[in-house]
């Protein structure tokens, strides 16, 4: 069974810091390029970030640029987020999803994990 | 960057069709036949029911079906069953290597 398991969420202030990690089981994560996509609480979903299947090509929506950073780990079968300069609006529910091609460019991703929960607050 | 916009809410009786739009921009839906549609009950994870305009992955019913004219794309749903009451997204691909959703639908099973 293919599953994806997002990770690293949690309460932070305004400005800090925190990195989310997915680890895929049932599945090689390396061939596939990878994204973020986050939901706030009640609302749509909104791409975030996306890495291809070498790492080698990063992208970014506009309203994270500059504070998100995503990566991968091929040994790990793992994908990253590092979110900084956090702000209130960046509260939501993260999920990782792999897409259905090496590069961000299918318009599609296959499957989904859970979500991990950022809520950012003073 | 702004998202692709949906209808908030669409109807249905029981075994009627309906239909979801899904309005971009010559910058995504209407230069690329790269339109995705998932489907995302309460709670869990949303759902690939459409890719590529109008590939329906291994496992989708047949009654879930994607179509696209100039910068609208659209998801039919015929046979409408109380299962398939839920929130749908259309994404696709924008120039540049990004994604943009749609602002989403909810489906209701009257």
């Known amino acids: 069974e293919v599953q994806l398991l997002e990770s690293g969420g949690g309460l932070v202030q305004p400005g800090g810091s925190l990195r989310l990690t997915c680890a895929a089981s049932?599945?090689?994560?390396?061939?596939?390029?990878m994204s973020w996509v986050r939901q706030a609480p009640g609302k749509g979903l909104e791409w975030v970030s996306g890495?291809?299947?070498?790492?080698?090509?990063?992208h970014y929506a506009g309203s994270v640029k500059g504070r998100f950073t995503i990566s991968r780990d091929r040994s790990k079968n793992t994908v990253s987020l590092q979110l900084n300069s956090l702000r209130v609006e960046d509260t939501a529910l993260y999920f990782c999803?792999?897409?259905?091609?090496?590069?961000?460019?299918?318009?599609?991703?296959?499957?989904w994990g859970q979500g991990t929960l950022v809520t950012v607050s003073s | 960057q702004s998202a692709l916009t949906q209808p908030a809410s669409v109807s249905g009786s029981p075994g009627q069709s309906i239909t979801i739009s899904c309005t971009g921009t010559?910058?995504?839906?209407?230069?690329?036949?790269?339109v995705s549609w998932y489907q995302q009950h309460p709670g869990k994870a949303p759902k690939l029911m459409i890719y590529?305009?109008?590939e329906r992955p291994s496992g989708v019913s047949y009654r879930f079906s994607g179509s696209k004219s100039g910068n609208t794309a659209s998801l039919t749903i015929s046979g409408l069953q109380a299962e398939d009451e839920a929130d749908y997204y259309c994404c696709s691909y924008r120039t540049g290597d990004t994604y943009v959703f749609g602002t989403g639908t909810k489906v209701t099973v009257l």
């Open positions: 049932g599945i090689s994560l390396n061939a596939n390029a």
């Open positions: 890495i291809s299947g070498s790492g080698t090509r990063t």
């Open positions: 999803a792999r897409d259905r091609g090496a590069l961000v460019d299918t318009g599609a991703v296959d499957y």
């Open positions: 590529e305009d109008t």
């Open positions: 010559s910058s995504d839906v209407g230069t690329f036949n790269l």
